[in-house]
Protein backbone atom coordinates (compact mmCIF):
# COMPACT_ATOMS: atom_id res chain seq x y z
CA UNK A 1 0.00 0.00 0.00
CA UNK A 2 2.63 2.32 1.02
CA UNK A 3 4.55 1.68 -2.45
CA UNK A 4 1.44 2.42 -4.20
CA UNK A 5 1.14 5.89 -2.10
CA UNK A 6 4.41 6.46 -3.38
CA UNK A 7 3.21 6.27 -7.08
CA UNK A 8 0.69 8.52 -6.73
CA UNK A 9 2.26 11.33 -4.62
CA UNK A 10 5.19 10.92 -7.16
CA UNK A 11 2.55 10.81 -10.38
CA UNK A 12 0.53 14.34 -8.97
CA UNK A 13 3.73 16.05 -8.58
CA UNK A 14 4.96 15.31 -11.95
CA UNK A 15 1.78 15.65 -14.13
CA UNK A 16 1.10 19.21 -11.69
CA UNK A 17 4.47 20.46 -12.83
CA UNK A 18 4.33 19.64 -16.46
CA UNK A 19 1.35 21.62 -17.01
CA UNK A 20 2.69 24.53 -15.24
CA UNK A 21 5.55 24.05 -17.70
CA UNK A 22 3.63 24.33 -20.29
CA UNK A 23 1.08 26.74 -19.30
CA UNK A 24 3.43 29.51 -18.78
CA UNK A 25 5.89 28.95 -21.28
CA UNK A 26 6.54 31.45 -24.53
CA UNK A 27 4.68 29.17 -27.03
CA UNK A 28 1.21 28.19 -24.94
CA UNK A 29 -1.59 29.85 -27.32
CA UNK A 30 -3.38 33.19 -26.12
CA UNK A 31 -7.06 32.17 -24.58
CA UNK A 32 -9.42 34.71 -23.70
CA UNK A 33 -12.95 36.20 -25.02
CA UNK A 34 -14.50 39.51 -25.64
CA UNK A 35 -17.61 41.02 -26.73
CA UNK A 36 -18.35 43.57 -29.60
CA UNK A 37 -21.61 44.35 -31.27
CA UNK A 38 -23.65 42.33 -28.33
CA UNK A 39 -21.72 39.11 -29.26
CA UNK A 40 -19.28 36.79 -27.30
CA UNK A 41 -16.21 35.60 -28.45
CA UNK A 42 -13.90 33.40 -27.62
CA UNK A 43 -10.52 33.06 -29.31
CA UNK A 44 -7.45 31.48 -29.55
CA UNK A 45 -4.28 32.89 -30.89
CA UNK A 46 -1.26 30.98 -31.59
CA UNK A 47 2.10 31.11 -30.66
CA UNK A 48 3.67 28.39 -32.15
CA UNK A 49 3.72 26.58 -35.52
CA UNK A 50 5.42 23.70 -37.05
CA UNK A 51 5.90 22.86 -40.24
CA UNK A 52 6.06 24.18 -43.90
CA UNK A 53 3.04 25.87 -43.79
CA UNK A 54 1.53 29.40 -43.51
CA UNK A 55 -0.02 29.80 -39.89
CA UNK A 56 -3.53 30.31 -39.95
CA UNK A 57 -5.31 32.79 -37.18
CA UNK A 58 -8.59 31.34 -37.17
CA UNK A 59 -11.72 33.24 -35.12
CA UNK A 60 -14.86 32.13 -34.43
CA UNK A 61 -16.92 34.96 -35.13
CA UNK A 62 -20.60 33.98 -35.96
CA UNK A 63 -22.11 37.58 -35.94
CA UNK A 64 -21.84 38.45 -39.97
CA UNK A 65 -21.53 42.32 -38.97
CA UNK A 66 -18.41 41.74 -37.14
CA UNK A 67 -15.09 41.93 -39.39
CA UNK A 68 -11.35 41.42 -38.50
CA UNK A 69 -7.86 42.29 -39.64
CA UNK A 70 -4.29 41.17 -38.27
CA UNK A 71 -1.04 43.27 -38.50
CA UNK A 72 2.51 41.59 -38.56
CA UNK A 73 6.04 41.92 -38.77
CA UNK A 74 9.31 40.35 -38.25
CA UNK A 75 10.17 39.74 -34.99
CA UNK A 76 13.59 42.54 -34.17
CA UNK A 77 13.71 44.57 -37.64
CA UNK A 78 13.03 47.52 -38.49
CA UNK A 79 10.30 46.15 -41.28
CA UNK A 80 6.81 47.64 -41.45
CA UNK A 81 3.55 46.31 -40.30
CA UNK A 82 1.68 44.67 -42.97
CA UNK A 83 -2.09 44.65 -43.07
CA UNK A 84 -3.88 41.48 -43.90
CA UNK A 85 -7.89 41.16 -44.10
CA UNK A 86 -9.23 38.56 -42.46
CA UNK A 87 -11.98 36.57 -45.04
CA UNK A 88 -15.31 35.02 -43.79
CA UNK A 89 -15.31 31.09 -43.89
CA UNK A 90 -18.86 30.02 -42.68
CA UNK A 91 -19.00 31.54 -39.15
CA UNK A 92 -14.86 31.46 -38.47
CA UNK A 93 -12.83 34.50 -39.98
CA UNK A 94 -9.39 33.44 -41.27
CA UNK A 95 -5.86 35.28 -42.35
CA UNK A 96 -2.69 33.92 -42.54
CA UNK A 97 0.65 34.64 -41.30
CA UNK A 98 3.67 33.82 -43.99
CA UNK A 99 5.82 30.42 -43.09
CA UNK A 100 9.02 32.05 -41.26
CA UNK A 101 12.32 29.76 -41.28
CA UNK A 102 12.69 27.84 -38.30
CA UNK A 103 13.23 29.79 -35.48
CA UNK A 104 11.92 32.73 -37.09
CA UNK A 105 9.47 34.88 -35.37
CA UNK A 106 6.34 37.28 -36.21
CA UNK A 107 5.10 39.70 -34.03
CA UNK A 108 1.18 40.16 -34.68
CA UNK A 109 -1.95 41.92 -33.64
CA UNK A 110 -5.26 40.86 -34.35
CA UNK A 111 -8.50 43.24 -34.41
CA UNK A 112 -12.01 42.67 -34.90
CA UNK A 113 -14.62 45.78 -35.95
CA UNK A 114 -18.02 46.15 -36.13
CA UNK A 115 -18.92 49.30 -38.00
CA UNK A 116 -17.33 52.16 -36.31
CA UNK A 117 -16.22 49.73 -33.19
CA UNK A 118 -12.67 48.40 -33.15
CA UNK A 119 -11.73 45.94 -30.33
CA UNK A 120 -7.73 44.44 -30.06
CA UNK A 121 -7.40 40.44 -29.08
CA UNK A 122 -4.31 41.62 -27.39
CA UNK A 123 -4.78 44.80 -25.96
CA UNK A 124 -2.99 46.59 -28.74
CA UNK A 125 0.62 44.49 -27.21
CA UNK A 126 2.09 42.20 -30.39
CA UNK A 127 1.97 38.59 -30.09
CA UNK A 128 5.13 36.69 -30.86
CA UNK A 129 4.69 33.31 -32.47
CA UNK A 130 7.98 30.92 -33.42
CA UNK A 131 7.87 28.95 -36.31
CA UNK A 132 9.59 25.55 -36.75
CA UNK A 133 10.63 22.98 -39.01
CA UNK A 134 8.23 19.65 -38.32
CA UNK A 135 8.99 17.07 -36.23
CA UNK A 136 8.23 13.70 -36.87
CA UNK A 137 6.42 11.76 -34.17
CA UNK A 138 8.47 9.21 -34.05
CA UNK A 139 11.14 11.23 -32.82
CA UNK A 140 8.68 13.29 -30.79
CA UNK A 141 6.82 10.71 -28.92
CA UNK A 142 9.65 8.83 -27.28
CA UNK A 143 10.78 11.79 -26.36
CA UNK A 144 7.62 13.40 -24.24
CA UNK A 145 7.62 9.77 -23.27
CA UNK A 146 11.08 9.40 -22.13
CA UNK A 147 11.19 12.77 -20.13
CA UNK A 148 7.91 12.54 -18.61
CA UNK A 149 8.91 9.02 -17.27
CA UNK A 150 12.01 10.88 -16.02
CA UNK A 151 10.74 13.15 -13.91
CA UNK A 152 8.05 10.51 -12.55
CA UNK A 153 10.72 7.93 -11.56
CA UNK A 154 13.21 10.68 -10.02
CA UNK A 155 10.20 11.80 -7.84
CA UNK A 156 9.41 8.69 -7.10
CA UNK A 157 13.22 8.01 -6.14
CA UNK A 158 13.32 11.26 -4.32
CA UNK A 159 10.51 10.04 -2.13
CA UNK A 160 12.20 6.79 -1.77
CA UNK A 161 15.20 8.33 -0.34
CA UNK A 162 13.06 10.05 2.39
CA UNK A 163 12.38 6.75 3.85
CA UNK A 164 14.85 5.49 5.29
CA UNK A 165 13.71 1.26 5.20
CA UNK A 166 14.67 1.75 1.56
CA UNK A 167 17.08 2.28 -1.17
CA UNK A 168 16.00 4.23 -3.72
CA UNK A 169 18.99 3.32 -5.95
CA UNK A 170 17.08 1.35 -8.60
CA UNK A 171 14.54 4.59 -9.08
CA UNK A 172 18.15 6.64 -9.38
CA UNK A 173 19.39 4.34 -12.11
CA UNK A 174 15.93 4.35 -14.10
CA UNK A 175 15.55 7.92 -13.80
CA UNK A 176 19.50 9.06 -14.39
CA UNK A 177 19.09 6.22 -17.72
CA UNK A 178 15.52 7.77 -18.76
CA UNK A 179 16.71 11.84 -18.94
CA UNK A 180 20.02 10.45 -20.50
CA UNK A 181 17.71 8.97 -23.28
CA UNK A 182 14.98 11.68 -23.64
CA UNK A 183 17.12 14.63 -22.79
CA UNK A 184 20.46 14.27 -24.63
CA UNK A 185 20.01 11.51 -27.37
CA UNK A 186 15.94 12.33 -28.45
CA UNK A 187 16.13 16.17 -27.21
CA UNK A 188 18.94 17.18 -29.99
CA UNK A 189 17.27 15.03 -32.39
CA UNK A 190 13.78 16.70 -31.76
CA UNK A 191 15.74 20.23 -31.93
CA UNK A 192 17.89 19.27 -35.24
CA UNK A 193 14.53 18.66 -37.05
CA UNK A 194 12.98 21.78 -35.37
CA UNK A 195 15.39 24.43 -35.69
CA UNK A 196 18.62 22.96 -37.36
CA UNK A 197 20.76 22.43 -34.10
CA UNK A 198 21.57 19.33 -32.77
CA UNK A 199 22.72 21.02 -29.72
CA UNK A 200 22.50 24.71 -28.59
CA UNK A 201 23.56 24.80 -25.05
CA UNK A 202 26.56 25.04 -23.05
CA UNK A 203 29.30 24.88 -24.92
CA UNK A 204 27.93 26.19 -27.89
CA UNK A 205 25.63 28.29 -26.81
CA UNK A 206 22.63 29.55 -24.24
CA UNK A 207 19.51 27.64 -25.29
CA UNK A 208 17.99 27.39 -21.45
CA UNK A 209 16.41 24.34 -22.80
CA UNK A 210 19.42 21.85 -23.26
CA UNK A 211 21.33 23.90 -20.76
CA UNK A 212 18.71 23.05 -17.90
CA UNK A 213 18.79 19.07 -19.35
CA UNK A 214 22.27 19.31 -19.38
CA UNK A 215 22.37 20.57 -15.39
CA UNK A 216 20.14 18.37 -13.98
CA UNK A 217 21.55 15.43 -16.07
CA UNK A 218 24.61 16.25 -14.37
CA UNK A 219 22.76 16.37 -10.84
CA UNK A 220 21.26 12.68 -11.27
CA UNK A 221 24.79 11.68 -12.51
CA UNK A 222 26.40 12.86 -9.44
CA UNK A 223 23.97 10.97 -7.33
CA UNK A 224 24.82 7.65 -9.37
CA UNK A 225 28.27 8.31 -8.83
CA UNK A 226 27.41 8.79 -4.79
CA UNK A 227 26.16 5.62 -4.59
CA UNK A 228 28.31 2.98 -6.14
CA UNK A 229 28.54 -0.10 -4.97
CA UNK A 230 24.69 0.00 -4.24
CA UNK A 231 24.24 2.71 -1.23
CA UNK A 232 21.20 4.31 -1.06
CA UNK A 233 22.90 8.00 -0.82
CA UNK A 234 19.78 9.59 -0.24
CA UNK A 235 21.24 12.88 0.65
CA UNK A 236 22.67 13.20 -3.71
CA UNK A 237 19.47 11.44 -4.45
CA UNK A 238 16.79 14.00 -3.18
CA UNK A 239 19.26 16.80 -3.94
CA UNK A 240 18.79 15.46 -7.95
CA UNK A 241 15.33 14.60 -7.44
CA UNK A 242 15.13 18.49 -6.13
CA UNK A 243 17.15 19.70 -9.19
CA UNK A 244 15.22 18.29 -12.21
CA UNK A 245 12.21 19.74 -10.44
CA UNK A 246 13.41 22.87 -10.32
CA UNK A 247 14.33 22.11 -14.30
CA UNK A 248 11.17 21.16 -15.20
CA UNK A 249 9.42 24.43 -12.95
CA UNK A 250 11.26 26.81 -15.61
CA UNK A 251 8.60 27.68 -18.88
CA UNK A 252 9.67 25.25 -22.00
CA UNK A 253 10.87 26.79 -24.97
CA UNK A 254 11.85 30.03 -22.75
CA UNK A 255 15.42 31.19 -24.21
CA UNK A 256 15.66 29.09 -26.88
CA UNK A 257 16.47 29.30 -30.52
CA UNK A 258 15.69 32.57 -32.04
CA UNK A 259 16.29 33.16 -35.93
CA UNK A 260 18.26 36.35 -36.69
CA UNK A 261 17.49 37.97 -39.52
CA UNK A 262 20.04 40.30 -40.25
CA UNK A 263 22.62 37.73 -40.12
CA UNK A 264 20.42 34.91 -41.28
CA UNK A 265 21.35 32.55 -38.41
CA UNK A 266 19.89 31.09 -35.86
CA UNK A 267 20.88 32.43 -32.44
CA UNK A 268 20.38 30.60 -29.09
CA UNK A 269 19.39 31.79 -25.87
Known amino acids: MRNLTFWFIAFVITISSAIYQ ?31 TDHPVKINVPNPNISGYLM ?11 RVDMTREDER ?5 PHQPPAGKLLYKVFLTAGEVKIS ?14 VPAWALIPHVLAMFLAMLVSNRAGIEALDRSRNPRKYALWAAGLLFIGGMILGPVVQKFAFGEFWAGIPFGFDLTDNKTLIAMLGWTAAIIAGRGGKPARV ?10 AVYMIPHSMFGSEFDYSTGEVTQG
Open 22 to 52: RMTGPTYPIRDSVEIDNTQIKYKLGRSHGGE
Open 72 to 82: YKRYKTDDKWT
Open 93 to 97: LVAYL
Open 121 to 134: LSNDEPIIIRFKGD
Open 236 to 245: WVIAAAILLL
